[in-house]
């Protein structure tokens, strides 16, 4: 069975950092595109950043600079690390297997990111 | 930010039909697939639609997608209770090298 679980939401202060892994099964991380999509509270989706099967990643204007996207092949998982962290970076965060220009066809529980002081 | 455009909300009856609309420009829905996904009440978005018009095996018929120029639809035909949700339109856009997602539309099953 396909399945995301992400980790390592929580409470931060502005301006401070924080890792989010992505754990997946039934799949292989490294030979796929992965995504990760937020949600501020009450509010739409919205996409991260990408990383290809090749390595390459983009990021949304929101966020480069200050998030890098990366995946540790030998434990399958996926990582988004978080730096500069401001107010409205507060979010639920999903990760999700991204088919390349067109979709995300699985998708993980989310990890809720809250930074306030 | 959200730079596909759905309308806030749509209502019907159960067994009536509702269509959500989804426009975009010519960097998005224009020259790539539109997707859509359901979010039901706290839990992770959830594929509905992909390449503009199929479903993923387990979605039900009564679900279809359509896309014309800038623009795409969802229609929900037949109408029932355990589809009242969020509704989202994505698209990758080529001018921002990444994905956009719709506003999206709450369903109400009245």
């Known amino acids: 069975e396909v399945q995301l679980v992400e980790s390592g939401g929580g409470l931060i202060q502005p301006g401070g950092s924080l890792r989010l892994s992505c754990a997946a099964s039934?799949?292989?991380?490294?030979?796929?595109?992965m995504s990760w999509v937020r949600q501020a509270p009450g509010k739409g989706l919205e996409w991260v950043s990408v990383?290809?099967?090749?390595?390459?990643?983009y990021y949304a204007d929101s966020v480069k600079g200050r998030f890098t996207l990366s995946r540790d092949n030998s434990k399958n998982t996926l990582y988004l690390q978080m730096s500069s962290l401001r107010a409205d970076d507060t979010a639920v965060y999903y990760c999700?297997?991204?088919?390349?220009?067109?979709?995300?066809?699985?998708w993980g529980q989310g990890t809720l990111v809250t930074v306030s002081s | 930010q959200s730079v596909l455009t759905q309308p806030p909300s749509a209502s019907g009856t159960p067994g009536q039909r509702v269509t959500i609309s989804c426009s975009g420009s010519?960097?998005?829905?224009?020259?790539?697939?539109v997707s859509w996904y359901q979010q039901l009440p706290g839990t992770a978005p959830k594929l509905l639609i992909y390449?503009?018009?199929q479903r993923p095996s387990g979605v039900p018929a009564r679900f279809s997608g359509s896309k014309s120029g800038t623009s795409a639809s969802l229609a929900i035909s037949g109408l029932q209770s355990e589809d009242e949700a969020d509704y989202y339109c994505?698209?990758?856009?080529?001018?921002?090298?990444?994905?956009?997602f719709g506003t999206g539309t709450k369903v109400t099953v009245l």
């Open positions: 999700a297997r991204d088919r390349g220009y067109s979709y995300f066809d699985c």
């Open positions: 039934g799949f292989t991380v490294s030979t796929n595109y």
């Open positions: 990383i290809y099967s090749g390595g390459t990643t």
């Open positions: 010519s960097s998005n829905i224009g020259s790539n697939t």
């Open positions: 390449s503009n018009n």
């Open positions: 994505a698209a990758w856009d080529d001018s921002l090298n990444g994905y956009v």
